[in-house]
C-alpha cells in the first residue's frame, strides 16, 4: 500500500494494490474508487484532500509488514 499526496493539485491517492485500474467509481463528491479487472478496490483517489482529512497526521498501528517513509 502506497499513501501520495499532490500539493499542486490538493490530491491524495491511496494505492491499495500495484494492480492497473479499468474501472473509477465516484462513490462521493472528489472521493473516487478505483477497480481492476476482478472488481477488487486497487486505489482510493480524494480530491480537495486538505478539506477532507487531517494530513498533518499518519498514524499506522498493527502492520506486520516494512514501512518506509520519503518525505518531500
Do not use: H
Not at 4 to 10: E, F, L, R
Not at 57 to 67: D, G, N, Y
Amino acid at each position: 500500500m502506497k499513501i501520495s499526496y499532490y500539493p499542486d493539485t490538493d490530491s491524495l491517492y491511496i494505492e491499495l494494490f500495484s494492480q492497473k485500474s479499468v474501472e473509477s467509481i465516484e462513490i462521493s463528491e472528489g472521493v473516487v474508487l478505483d477497480y481492476d479487472k476482478d472488481g477488487k478496490i486497487t486505489g482510493i483517489d480524494i480530491d480537495n484532500a486538505s478539506q477532507k482529512l487531517d494530513l498533518e497526521e499518519l498514524i499506522v498501528q498493527k502492520l506486520a509488514s516494512r514501512i518506509e517513509i520519503i518525505a518531500a
